[in-house]
């Protein structure tokens, strides 16, 4: 006879993994993560503390998000994603079927949410069968920021800038009540150049020294809480949808900051300057006109694309070492995938300009070429689970990018940043491939191709002979 449960169970892990497929698909398509979250990633970003036991509870299964170390075996709906889960997805599931009762998973909280050190599959099941909650044994882990249940990957960047700030600050010990949440990465920076500032000119008023607590607390009272009294009961924030207190009060300052400097208005305090904005929202109904943009500066991150195959004493890897050194001194984060070739000469040339290596790494490449790290110049290194993930960062996150020879990796790099400026998917900024190879390419390109795009989308991308005209089209941009 026919083993009925366990045929039930190798349908259901197909059908789980056909979903994940089309998940996948989904979000290849759309660009939206599917990934699990890596618990590590997040400890690291978020500089969580703990873990303190809090004993066996029931936890909604919508909750869980990540993983300790299965991250890449799920996907973020915890549907199984590798062939090798099948045999424990599937005792696992025929359990399910027996009604035979399985020992609590062991999660770790964070904020809302929750990560699973063991217990995986029994997760997976149990979302695939419908239930809703799952019975755990939870650690509590200490965390400075909100984390809920819709945190994405790319949130980890602008959340660690908060964290950093409150440590900084220690704003959560002196102002319990604070809530200070900007949208705009490197806000929180600007935020700390302002207390900073108001700090030198409490000495200044004081006359005395003035201890960083001190000009936090009074920083917090008399500038940020005069501007968000305003803004709360103005009804501004519905103007602006997706903005925050915290981003407005950051507009205020720098605008003051920027009117004071060109001479254009005196020294306003920030709360009269919130007043004046809002009388002009209220009676006009209209927002009133930006300051003035201060002179363009320099991207901060540039990245480098290219081949991993070249090696020292080849004439493209002495490039990129060049090109890396100059693009360091030139005070520009440098930013490669990670790994051998061009990306390892790019980061070494900037590491040994004394300037900063980002390193863009991927756990799918890692798997089937054994052995292969990130080079020694990284010195930050950022590691996703799949290369889409890795690729969209590349792409993404930079401020400009160059391309020197490289393969079909290298090219799709180009290609996709190219289209993603093209439809407005990403602001346009400079993206400059380097080189005979590279000039050939686009020219035949663009000539075979002329009935199909845009001069203006043409324009996009930019031919360098050589690695030293690099740094003067940046500057140019």
């Known amino acids: 006879m026919p083993d009925t449960t366990a045929l039930q169970s190798e349908a259901d892990f197909r059908t789980a993994r056909l979903k994940a497929f089309f998940r996948d698909v989904l979000a290849f398509l759309t660009g939206r993560p599917n990934s699990l979250l890596a618990f590590d990633e997040v400890k690291e970003k978020l500089r969580i503390g703990g873990p303190i036991y809090r004993g066996v509870r029931s936890v909604p299964l919508s909750a869980i998000i990540g993983s300790v170390d299965r991250y890449r075996d799920f996907d973020r709906a915890f549907l199984p994603t590798q062939e090798h889960t099948a045999d424990r997805w599937r005792r696992v599931n025929r359990a399910w079927y027996e009604d035979i009762s399985l020992p609590p998973v062991f999660l770790y909280q964070v904020g809302e949410v929750y990560f699973v050190v063991d217990g995986n599959h029994r997760v997976s099941v149990a979302r695939e069968q419908g ?183 080849d004439p493209v890897y002495d490039d990129a070492l060049r090109l890396g050194g100059e693009l360091a001194r030139a005070g520009w984060t440098v930013m490669t995938g990670g790994y051998s070739g061009v990306m390892e000469a790019a980061s070494r040339g900037a590491a040994e300009a004394g300037g900063r290596v980002q390193g863009i790494t991927c756990e799918r490449i890692e798997s089937f070429r054994k052995g292969l790290r990130a080079n020694a110049w990284v010195q930050a290194e950022t590691k996703y689970a799949t290369l889409r993930e890795r690729l969209y960062h590349l792409v993404e996150r930079c401020d400009a990018a160059v391309a020197l020879p490289g393969g079909i990796g290298t090219l799709s790099e180009v290609a996709l940043m190219w289209s993603l400026m093209q439809v407005g998917e990403i602001k346009r900024k400079p993206l400059i491939v380097v080189g005979r190879v590279w000039g050939e390419t686009v020219s035949t390109f663009l000539r075979e191709a002329r009935d199909f795009i845009r001069p203006e989308d043409a324009a996009i991308i930019r031919v360098a002979a050589r690695v030293g005209d690099v740094a003067p089209i940046i500057r140019e941009a």
């Open 131 to 313: 239930q809703q909650y799952i019975d755990a044994e939870v650690r509590d882990c200490r965390v400075k920021v909100p984390v809920t249940p819709d945190l994405r990957a790319e949130d980890l960047e602008i959340l660690g800038e908060r964290v950093e700030f409150l440590e900084r600050t220690e704003l959560d010990r002196l102002r319990p009540e604070a809530k200070i949440e900007v949208t705009i990465l490197g806000g929180y920076d600007r935020l700390l150049e302002h207390i900073a500032v108001h700090r030198y000119f409490m000495g200044l008023d004081f006359k005395r020294d003035i201890s960083e607590a001190e000009a936090v607390a009074h920083w917090y009272d008399t500038v940020y809480l005069p501007v968000v009294n305003v803004v709360r009961p103005s009804g501004l924030l519905e103007a602006l949808p997706g903005k925050t207190e915290a981003d407005f009060c950051l507009w205020i300052m720098d605008h003051r900051h920027y009117l004071v400097e060109q001479g254009k208005a005196d020294l306003v305090e920030p709360g009269r300057m919130a007043e004046e904005f809002v009388e002009h929202y209220q009676v006009t109904k209209t927002l009133p006109p930006q300051p003035e943009p201060p002179p363009a500066t320099p991207p901060r991150v540039v990245g480098v694309f290219g081949g991993s195959k070249t090696a020292p004493g």
